[in-house]
């Protein structure tokens, strides 16, 4: 499972689990000008969902967390199946870990 958007810089607005589908969703203000395939005629930012599909883990402490704004300032891939987002949260920085089978993306 790898995110295939470059998140350096963008901002996580919100997340949301559905414990009885295992399914979480990622709402992120995507840095849009610093994708590969970004054209200028394009909006330099735009909403994305993140879905993750199948979760057998998401650090529980983010659950009820209140997203502001948060700036993402690294995505890695742990395995297959997880991902660890490090992004801040004045003035600390937060590791947001999520384990899914697959992920898909929506824009908003």
């Known amino acids: ?6 998140l350096h810089d963008s901002l996580i607005e919100k997340l949301s689990y559905d414990s009885l589908n295992k399914t979480a969703f990622l709402e992120i203000d995507l840095c849009n000008w610093m994708q590969n395939d970004y054209e200028k005629n394009q909006p ?22 209140d997203f502001d704004s948060n700036e993402i300032l690294n995505v ?29 993306y929506k824009e908003i």
């Open 76 to 104: 890695t891939n742990i395995n297959d199946n997880t991902i660890n987002i490090v992004f801040i949260s004045d003035p600390d920085v937060c590791e947001l870990t999520i384990t899914a089978k697959s992920i898909t």
């Open 44 to 65: 330099e930012n735009k909403i994305i969902c993140i879905i993750f599909n199948e979760v057998s883990y998401i650090d529980p402490k983010y659950l009820n967390f």
């Open 1 to 6: 499972m790898k995110i295939k958007y470059n």
